[in-house]
């Protein structure tokens, strides 16, 4: 359901960060994507990247059911 949230993974090799949608990242079928910046290949499939998928949609269930607190 947060699919269209945007998380940003930075490049092991220059730092530079690409944006990717979490639905992108769920449902990839590649597990590398080459860094636009430089050419290095990131592993999407890392630990780190996994990890960060998860805080997202952790952070943003949270904003959810703070929204519906309020809005109730
Ligand atoms: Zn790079």
């Known amino acids: ?9 930075p490049c092991p090799g220059c730092g530079r960060k690409l944006a990717k949608t979490i639905g992108e990242l769920r ?9 636009p910046g430089c050419g290095a290949s990131i592993d999407l499939n890392s630990e780190g990247v996994r990890r960060g998928v998860k805080q997202a949609e952790e952070a ?13």
């Open 27 to 35: 449902h990839q079928t590649q597990a590398n994507e080459k860094c």
């Open 60 to 72: 943003l269930a949270k904003l959810k059911r703070d929204l519906g607190k309020i809005f109730k």
């Open 1 to 9: 359901m947060f699919d269209k949230e945007k998380i940003e993974i």
